[in-house]
């Protein structure tokens, strides 16, 4: 009777001990933070779109200006359409002059006296041209010439529009990193008094 006790005693000790250890075992597991602090000082870079300067060059290409809206240049809509519309002001003017001439040069071919260059400020009918026939021919070659040049310039300025659209697009997605520097170097030689001029390459890592 009294080892039957006993054996019961050791059994009932040895159960609580061993509830004991896994309920310590339990608390003493770690539990993961709900959130996860970033450090602030690393600075995730966005990702490199390869297709973005050729969307930036197409978007220009169908309207002056809307690539570089596309980058986020605002500021340069107004160049690109001011200098486009000069370019289109100036082929005007030299078109409508060009014509002018051109016209009365014609009516004088067929033997008409009748074009604006026969009439005074007034409107009078004149004897002689203020202008001659051959001074015609000279306006028309040179208006002509004025005329190319606007729209060989205005088509540069286009072509222009598109490049900047283009180049731009690159450099928003190029990467400048503190870690890696290129910077001028310059150093004064006390020993023989001469200055050292250089460029100093700095990577960390």
């Not at 107004?78 to 001439?101: H, L, S």
């Not at 040179?142 to 598109?162: C, P």
């Not at 001028?184 to 890592?205: I, M, R, V, W």
Request: glycine residues 4%; neutral net charge.
């Amino acid at each position: 009777m009294p080892n039957k006790i006993l054996l019961t005693g050791i059994l009932v000790c040895i159960i609580s001990f061993a509830s004991f250890a896994q309920n310590k075992k339990k608390n003493d597991k770690k539990e993961l933070p709900k959130e996860v602090a970033i450090d602030p000082i690393i600075e995730v870079s966005e990702p490199i779109n390869p297709l973005s300067p050729a969307k930036a060059a197409f978007f220009s290409a169908i309207l002056p200006g809307l690539g570089q809206a596309y980058n986020k240049k605002y500021w340069k809509i107004p160049i690109v359409y001011g200098a486009i519309g000069t370019g289109v002001y100036f082929y005007i003017d030299n078109n409508k002059e060009y014509n002018r001439y051109r016209d009365a040069y014609k009516s004088r071919l067929a033997g008409f006296t009748n074009d604006e260059f026969y009439l005074d400020s007034q409107g009078n009918q004149l004897t002689t041209p203020r202008v001659t026939t051959e001074k015609l021919e000279d306006a028309q070659k040179f208006y002509r010439r004025n005329k190319e040049i606007s729209l060989l310039v205005t088509l540069g300025l286009y072509a222009l529009n598109i490049i900047d659209a283009n180049v731009d697009a690159h450099l928003l997605q190029y990467n400048v990193d503190e870690n890696l520097s290129l910077a001028p170097h310059y150093k004064f030689n006390e020993f023989d008094a001469t200055s050292n001029l250089g460029l100093t390459l700095n990577f960390k890592f």
